[in-house]
C-alpha cells in the first residue's frame, strides 16, 4: 500500500523488527588518540514500535568484540606502559528516536528521514589479556589492588545515543544506517584506570600469575606503586556503525481525498 496524495500526511502507527551488520570499536584509557585500527564486526536484532511519524521507541540487541593495544599509540608513555586488552560486548538498549523529517512507510514524498536517538543501556564485558599464548580474564587478577570481593562488575549500565538515517526500500521494508555511541557506567572496560598497586600486594592475594598483569613494561619497569597507570576521571566508551534492514508490520491509514 502506497500513498500517493502529495503533501497528505499518512497516519503510521505500528512494529518493525530488524537485523543489523557493521563494527564496534573502543575508546578509553589504552586508545587515547581515537585510533580506528582495531575495530571488529558487530551485528544487532531489533524491534522498533512507531508511535507516529515523527517518535518511535526501539528496543536493540547487540553483540560484538572490543580490543585495545598501547603498541598501537604514538604516547611515550603508553608504549612504555605495554597493557592490552581484548574483551567480548553484549548490550541490550532501549532508545528513543526522533525523526528531523515525517517518515511514513509506503509515502511517495516521506519516505527518509535522519534521525536521533538516545536511552539506557545494559552491557556485559569481561576483559582478557594475553601472556605467553594464553588469554587469561583480567577481572580475575586485581591488576590495581583490589581485594578480593571487590573486583569490578562485568555487567554495567550505560547511556546509548547516535544518529541515524533511514529510507525505505518498499512500503514493507527499509534500510537504516546508524552511529551509536555508548558512555558506559565504569572505567574498567579495559581492566585500567588508577595508579599501579604494589606488585608484592597483589602477589601476596593472588598469586605469582596475577602479579605478572599488573605492569607489563619492559626494564626498566614503570609501575612503581601510586604512579598512575589510567585516567579515571573519563569512563570509557564504545562505538558501533551499523547497517540494518528492516521489516514492517503495522499498517498505513492514508488521508481520505478531499471532493
Known amino acids: 500500500m502506497v500513498c500517493f496524495q502529495a503533501g497528505a500526511l499518512a497516519q503510521m502507527r505500528g512494529w518493525e523488527v530488524g537485523a543489523w551488520g557493521g563494527a564496534s570499536n573502543y575508546f578509553g584509557d589504552l586508545n587515547t588518540n581515537f585510533r580506528i585500527n582495531r575495530a571488529h564486526l558487530a551485528g544487532a536484532l531489533s524491534a522498533r514500535f512507531n508511535f507516529n511519524d515523527r517518535l518511535a521507541l526501539k528496543f536493540g540487541f547487540h553483540a560484538g568484540q572490543l580490543s585495545a593495544y598501547d603498541s598501537d599509540s604514538d604516547n611515550t608513555f603508553e608504549q612504555r606502559r605495554n597493557l592490552h586488552f581484548k ?97 558506559v557506567f565504569t572505567d574498567y572496560l579495559d581492566d585500567v584506570s588508577g595508579v599501579y598497586p604494589d606488585v608484592r600486594d597483589v602477589e601476596a592475594q593472588r598469586g605469582e600469575l596475577a602479579s605478572m598483569f599488573v605492569d607489563r613494561s619492559e626494564e626498566p619497569k614503570i609501575g612503581e606503586p601510586g604512579r598512575q597507570r589510567g585516567n579515571g576521571k573519563n569512563n570509557d566508551t564504545y562505538v558501533t556503525l551499523m547497517v540494518g534492514i528492516h521489516y514492517y508490520f503495522g499498517s498505513i491509514r492514508c488521508p481520505a481525498l478531499v471532493r
Open 87 to 183: 574483551s567480548p560486548m553484549y548490550d541490550g538498549a532501549m532508545t528513543f528516536e526522533f525523526n528531523f523529517l515525517p517518515y511514513v512507510h509506503g509515502h511517495r514524498e516521506l519516505f527518509y528521514t535522519p534521525y536521533v536517538f538516545a536511552g539506557p543501556a545494559v552491557f556485559y564485558y569481561n576483559p582478557r589479556a594475553e601472556l605467553d599464548g594464553t588469554w587469561y580474564d583480567l577481572v580475575d587478577m586485581g591488576t590495581e589492588g583490589q581485594f578480593r570481593g571487590e573486583e569490578y562488575s562485568t555487567t554495567q549500565g550505560a547511556f546509548a545515543y547516535g544518529i541515524g538515517f533511514k529510507t525505505d526500500l518498499s512500503y514493507r521494508w527499509s534500510i537504516n544506517v546508524e552511529l551509536c555511541a555508548r558512555k
